[in-house]
């Protein structure tokens, strides 16, 4: 039985490993494809294209790009004017994850990590994450906005070391000189990075128009109505109402 388990993670390794750790799901516009060894490999790239260990992905100003690990399906959408590093090494039949970003917006939306890691790294902040959704804005010179839409993200600032936390409706802004700081995120700022999903195709006007209604809390009310018999013949009728 030992055997078998062991040879079954050897088979899962081996699959990983000759697969890619990653595997692009959608791509639209300009969308230029870096092999690990920094030679071109495409200059659009295609649904479908397998991702391995240090490959990178630029995107233009019309370029998206979205990816999903192979391990727990976590995904990764790379917005327009963005380059991204696929980082990720298999241990123990899981993908030890880390997505370096050097520029532009990405979006992240995390499946829970359990006991492994996964981490983004920028010019200026390390963030670990353990299963969450959230927007990350990144410039080398102006530093990082982080912007969180649910779970919990560690943000550290790598020149002061400084750590802050990361919950939902709330914005982290990292600097290069060493400041970081916690803010309710602002509804502009929301949408915007909401525009970026529609121009994409990732949502739609109606999708676009709920969500920042139920950013702002103005969710519309709905109501459930349940009747039922009181014991006596008579219908008693109960409303629910939910958001």
């Known amino acids: 039985m030992m055997n078998k388990i062991f040879i079954s993670i050897i088979a899962f390794n081996f699959f990983l490993s000759n697969q ?15 092999k690990n060894d920094g030679s071109v490999a495409e200059k659009n790239l295609k649904k479908g294209t397998s991702l391995f260990d240090q490959d990178r992905i630029a995107t233009g100003a019309n370029g998206f790009a979205k990816y999903v690990y192979l391990d727990d399906g976590s995904v990764i959408k790379v917005h327009k004017n963005a380059e991204v590093y696929v980082l990720g090494a298999v241990d123990n039949r899981a993908i030890i994850k880390q997505v370096r970003v050097t520029d532009g917006n990405v979006k992240f939306e995390v499946s829970n990590q359990g006991g492994n890691e996964f981490t983004v790294v920028t010019p200026t ?65 929301f949408k915007k990075l909401q525009r970026l999903e529609l121009s ?11 969500s920042v209604l139920e950013q702002q809390g103005d969710v519309p009310e709905g109501e459930i109505k349940i009747q039922l018999d009181d014991g006596s013949g008579s219908l008693k009728e109960i409303i629910i109402k939910y958001k």
């Open 200 to 210: 994409a195709g990732e949502i739609d006007e109606d999708e676009f128009d709920e």
């Open 125 to 189: 902040s390390v963030a670990t994450v353990k299963g969450t959704d959230f927007w990350l804005e990144s410039d080398e010179d102006e530093g990082d906005s982080f912007f969180g839409l649910s779970g919990l993200v560690t943000v550290r600032n790598s020149e002061s070391q400084t750590v802050e936390q990361l919950t939902r409706n709330t914005t982290i802004t990292s600097r290069p000189d060493g400041q970081i700081n916690v803010k309710k995120t602002d509804l502009n700022d």
């Open 20 to 34: 890619g750790i990653a595997l692009i799901t959608k791509s639209k516009g300009d969308v230029e494809y870096f």
